[in-house]
């Protein structure tokens, strides 16, 4: 027996001997009959010393709060369970959330329970107090007139008072230099300088675009617009209640993303040969006729829609795409239409004189303010040896990352659940974040620590921000109005005014030559995005988009480039760029530009914590500072050796049926019922010799419409929080027994993905009920295929009868029951399961009993939408629907008339509750059905 | 070897009487099992709980009258009946026995800010969901399942909590309703028609008979 390093539990090692096996069971059979007969432990019951108003033992609240990410802020609304924030929402009235989430706002709840946060001050890395670090800085600042030799450093700052604060600083120490280094930064911001002479930010409104090309622009999957850009493009798609138009989207990606997978048209190109398309498609645009065919088709659909059509850019492009595609806006008329500009936050100077200065040894202090630089900052920065030439380092971050080790002192900072503070989204609007529970340990927020820079010990960040926000709003009617925008989650009208900037100049068109070689290509990954969340299992464990990898990142390439490179899935290669050398893992992706090697940021951290420590490899030594997302000349060489990877992508696969369903707008407009047509997919029909349950009361059912599915997974972390459901780590993933309730599959119809969401779909006649020798699995009268755990003797023939292949079983102790932390963290309304057990997806019955009992309380029926699931809460293009079909007001209701919908394997007569939309997609009639 | 003479024949009968034995000794034995696991002594039924401070409901509640909400103040609109706050064990006695040996638990507790922990009577299992609430709303009297309190000088369990137990009600809960307002009232004494006005108020509060297993396992 070995223990497993996730779960704290004993696994068995393979090999063990039949004679060893047989002493095992024995001692477990006779342990068990003396395990049954032991009592429950005592109990204290602990109330308050004086109750707070307000609460109420056992009733949950909610609060308006922001997130943070890379700085910009999305709105959410947090379950507070007794003081413990236990569930992320989306907040309905916050502009970048509407009501969604993403993945990473459903994981940060972990995040602030994580057992691995820093906890502790640290000065050389031993123990220091806040009274030793705020002496040793006040000094500092008192011995350096002018601020002369102090630094900070910082990621990107949104925050209107966080800026304001260092602003002020930084005008009373006209000598102190604030410096910025966002790893996940693009080129946006160069890119607008490019065309139109100053920095801006672009503000896309897919909804009002009916024709869109994206040049390696994953909006869906990336960047702090994703969830609102999700609904916006979603919401032209959408083909129901009888309409039948739809917006077309052109992609052009390296790398498949989830914006590539929902496109209606995507090519697969180099880094380079996308620049390419980019002037082909300008000089189109323009009148060139000296283009292919497809850029002149994708001109003439966008010339058709003038006004009404955008080119998105992706940030990984250089700044002279970014021009191009702004140029093209404007002559399509789509500036100050589909794309808006506003002033971006005040930045801090360039990383680079930093460096400079600390090589010289002229910083003597230096404060790293939520960063980690010593890890995301290029190798030709030497960073490492810098920092030992600045006599005061400082760091301040949740973790004791790889910038804590090599600083003179580190800072435990806030999570975003335990601060006062302030953000602004990714149009502008402000919004307060505001603390959901006491600071779990003696951490401090940054407003402190600047506030500290300027001498003032005893700063506390809710009067700093609404210091800054009394002094923007007037004293006139201030608490009413901050009472106001707490509740609401965003600060009404706060956001910039667009400006209407004009091309500076002429955008040069010339096309970048073709490159011979292997083109190295950069990403942030979907799941840990630039590495601040790979201690987050939650996040390591969902399956990435398109790759289904977990727990680790490769070098993905196309099936063309590994025959042509000799290798093949798991073989290590070597990648080299100038003096760089990375050791990779190759996996193969189809789909993925020729000629070109992806890779992700985010892995390979040596001090990530228990978690995130080890996993994958860091492709960050491959980056520059004047290409830090793509670059030629990468040489790849077989290094010998393997690394196994686990991929989620064959597990519980229900083979050799064709499942999701696809359909072009074309064939939906003249027949839309020609997929419910399909008898495979077509309930009810047969006989059956079970009874006809008559369902009276509430009869629960889950849409799911293909088409607005991005397979963007904030469903599946969405589940996991609200459902405690455990991580099981790498080696138990290998084996298949990951234990998500909700799984995306990728379907593949055409050689095109179809993201397939997929939990239990609650058969009426479920066939696992049928072979429960224990009653463990049985039907309520709302309809719901229940599990209780209590019964559940652990024999798995439901999971062996089940054909959709969605129920998952606790083979070892999973849950970790030991952290502390972790504890609060759990939703108390869902039973913590132990190992043994069966489980699966419960349509969230813990949330329809509590509708219930209020409902039955109150003595009325359920409302319309009073209950909806976690999955169907967090989605951002509501491609999840749940509700009552007994309900006439239900959309589920009204969707299940649809005529394009159908059931999973409908021909077996289960009769599921989950019922699915057909994908339909828009191509474009000039370019054919085939995919370029 | 003739066996008849290793056996001699009045083994005849002790065989036959052997079996018969055995059979009531099983039966016995099953009994005798049945009775245990459903004695006070495994049910913990009836035990008095210590508590830190030795806290009558006897007295506050048959003497000095007070209601079981004044403490146990979420009753009616959270799952958790809820327990007094150290405060509101103050607000008497900081009038009144005010330097009682018994009580310096709770003056601690308020002094130094740390909360009392109490020992819970009632532990359902950690899989079992239970709602005060819906039972006050439904007319489900506290002493239906608490027993006699206001006759407690220290809180016994007063029923098993089997989920067989629980189940008798929800099958038929004619026989435990009451008339709402009237759920608090420790002196109610069931009509002599209980199942007449059960049936009637079962109706009229329209209780439902709830025995999914989804009901109170999630």
Not at chain 2, 150 to 161: E, H, S, W
Not at chain 2, 176 to 204: C, H, N, T, W
Request: proline share 7%; hydrophobic share 40%; glycine share 10%.
């Amino acid at each position: 027996m070995g223990k497993n390093k996730h779960t704290h539990e004993s696994v068995w090692d393979e090999g063990v001997s039949r004679r060893r096996f047989l002493q095992i069971m024995g001692a477990s059979l006779a342990l068990a009959g003396v395990g049954g007969c032991t009592r429950q432990p005592p109990e204290s019951i602990v109330p308050y010393v004086t109750q707070p108003e307000n609460i109420t033992p056992g009733k949950v609240k909610y609060y308006a709060t922001t997130l943070t990410l890379a700085g910009y802020g999305r709105g959410a609304l947090v379950r507070s369970d007794m003081g413990r924030p236990t569930k992320i929402e989306g907040n309905p009235r916050h502009p970048a959330s509407l009501g969604a989430t993403d993945l990473f706002m459903q994981a940060d709840i972990l995040t602030l329970y994580d057992p691995d946060r820093s906890q502790n001050l640290l000065r050389k890395g031993g123990i220091g107090t806040w009274e030793q670090f705020a002496s040793m800085l006040i000094r500092e600042a008192q011995g350096r007139p002018g601020g002369r030799g102090i630094r900070l450093l910082t990621g990107h700052i949104t925050s209107p008072t966080l800026l304001e604060q260092i602003a002020a600083w930084l005008r009373a120490n006209p000598e102190a230099r604030w410096h910025e280094h966002e790893p996940s930064e693009g080129f946006e911001r160069a890119g607008t300088k490019l065309a139109f002479g100053r920095e801006l930010e672009p503000v896309y409104h897919f909804d009002r675009a009916d024709v869109i090309v994206s040049l390696d622009a994953d909006f869906l999957g990336e960047g702090p617009g994703m969830v609102a850009y999700g609904r916006q493009l979603i919401g032209g798609r959408l083909v129901r209640g009888g309409r039948n138009r739809m917006n077309r989207l052109y992609c052009a990606e390296a790398m498949p993303s989830i914006t590539g997978a929902t496109a209606d048209h995507r090519w697969a190109l180099s880094p380079s040969g996308i620049e390419r398309l980019a002037a082909q498609l300008h000089s189109a645009l323009n009148g060139g006729a000296d283009v292919p065919d497809r850029v002149r088709a994708i001109a003439a659909d966008l010339n058709a829609n003038r006004g009404r059509s955008l080119v998105v850019p992706g940030p990984r492009l250089g700044a002279p795409a970014h021009a191009l595609a702004h140029a093209m806006n404007a002559t399509l008329g789509n500036n100050g239409a589909a794309v808006t500009f506003i002033e971006p936050p005040a930045g801090g100077t360039d990383v680079m004189d930093l460096l400079d200065e600390m090589g010289r040894g002229e910083v003597g202090v230096l404060i790293m303010l939520g960063c980690n630089p010593a890890w995301t900052l290029p190798p030709e920065a030497g960073f490492g040896e810098k920092i030992r030439k600045v006599p005061q380092s400082v760091h301040v971050g949740l973790y004791r990352d790889e910038t804590a080790v090599v600083s003179q002192w580190h800072v435990p900072m806030r999570h975003d659940l335990e601060s006062w503070g302030d953000a602004r989204a990714y149009d502008g609007t402000a919004s307060l974040i505001q603390p959901l529970i006491e600071p779990l340990y003696a951490s401090r927020s940054p407003h402190e620590i600047v506030a500290l820079l300027m001498g003032d010990t005893g700063a506390r960040p809710y009067e700093t921000v609404r210091r800054h926000w009394r002094s923007l709003a007037g004293e006139a009617d201030f608490e009413a109005r901050w009472e106001g925008w707490l509740n609401e989650g965003a600060i009404a009208n706060s956001a910039p005014r667009p400006v209407a900037p004009t091309l500076a100049r002429k955008i040069g068109t010339e096309a970048p030559p073709p490159q011979s070689g292997i083109e190295l290509n950069v990403r942030l990954d979907p799941t840990v995005f630039d590495g601040r969340y790979a201690n987050n299992a939650w996040l390591q464990e969902c399956p990435k988009p398109i790759t289904k990898l977990v727990w680790d990142n490769a070098a993905f390439m196309s099936e063309a480039t590994a025959g042509k490179l000799g290798v093949e899935n798991e073989q290590l290669v070597e990648l080299k760029l100038g003096p760089s050398i990375v050791r990779a893992p190759a996996w193969i992706v189809p789909g993925h530009a020729d000629g070109c090697v992806t890779v992700t940021l985010g892995y390979g951290r040596p001090w990530a914590g228990v978690v995130g420590n080890r996993a994958g490899y860091d492709a960050y030594p491959l980056r520059t500072f004047e290409r830090p997302w793509s670059a030629a000349g990468l040489s790849v060489a077989r290094a010998g050796g393997r690394r196994r990877l686990a991929c989620a992508q064959e597990h519980h696969r229900l083979d050799g049926r064709r499942l999701a369903r696809e359909q072009t707008l074309e064939e939906f407009t003249k027949n839309p019922a020609r997929v419910a047509a399909d008898e495979l997919m077509n309930p009810g029909h047969a006989p059956s010799l079970l009874p006809k349950d008559a369902y009276t009361g509430n009869a629960w059912a889950m849409a799911i419409d293909l088409t607005a599915c991005i397979g963007c997974n904030a469903c599946v972390v969405a589940c996991q929080a609200e459902n405690n459901v455990p991580v099981t780590g790498k080696e138990q993933v290998l084996r298949g027994r990951e234990m998500h309730w909700l799984r995306i599959d990728n379907d593949s119809v055409d050689d095109e993905i179809v993201f397939q969401p997929l939990g239990c779909v609650h058969c009426e006649k479920a066939p696992c009920e049928l072979v429960c020798p224990v009653g463990a699995t049985v039907h309520d009268e709302d309809g719901l295929n229940l599990m209780v755990y209590n019964r559940c003797v652990g024999t798995r023939y439901c999971s062996n009868n089940c054909p959709y292949k969605v129920r998952r079983f606790n083979f070892l102790q999973y849950t970790d029951k030991e952290s502390e932390s972790l504890k609060l963290m759990r939703n108390p309304d869902v039973t913590v399961r132990n190992r043994g057990v069966m489980e699966k997806c419960t349509y969230c019955v813990q949330r329809i009993r509590r509708a219930r009992i209020e409902a039955d309380a109150a003595g009325r029926r359920i409302a319309t939408g009073e209950v909806t699931t976690a999955c169907a809460a967090a989605c951002p293009t509501r491609a999840i629907v749940f509700g009552d079909l007994n309900d006439a007001r239900s959309e589920v209701g009204a969707l299940k008339r649809e005529p394009h919908g159908y059931s999973l394997l409908g021909h077996l007569n289960t009769m599921p509750r989950t019922f699915y939309l057909a994908r339909v997609r828009n191509p474009n009639p000039a370019l054919g059905k085939t995919k370029a | 070897m003739n066996s008849s003479r290793v056996f001699p024949p009045c083994f005849n009968a002790i065989a036959r009487w052997s079996i018969v034995a055995a059979i009531a000794l099983a039966g016995a034995g099953a009994w005798g099992w049945y009775r245990f696991t459903r004695s006070e002594f495994v049910e913990l039924t009836g035990y008095p709980v210590e508590q830190p401070v030795q806290f009558s409901h006897m007295h506050h509640v048959s003497r000095l009258g007070i209601d079981c909400r004044m403490c146990h103040a979420s009753v009616e609109t959270s799952s958790f009946a809820g327990m007094p706050p150290t405060y509101t064990c103050m607000t008497c006695h900081s009038q009144i026995w005010r330097n009682t040996a018994m009580l310096a638990p709770i003056r601690e507790s308020l002094d130094l800010g740390r909360p009392m922990q109490w020992r819970r009577v009632y532990d359902l299992p950690r899989f079992v969901y239970f709602d005060h609430r819906i039972h006050v709303a439904k007319g489900i009297g506290c002493a239906s399942c608490h027993g006699a309190v206001d006759r407690m000088p220290l809180v016994a369990l007063n029923q098993p909590l089997h989920m067989r137990w629980c189940l008798d009600c929800h099958r038929r809960p004619e026989r435990f309703a009451r008339p709402k307002e009237l759920v608090f009232d420790m002196k109610y004494k069931e009509p002599a028609d209980q199942i007449g006005l059960g049936r009637r108020l079962v109706s009229e509060y329209g209780i439902r008979k709830l025995t999914d297993c989804s009901v109170c396992h999630r």
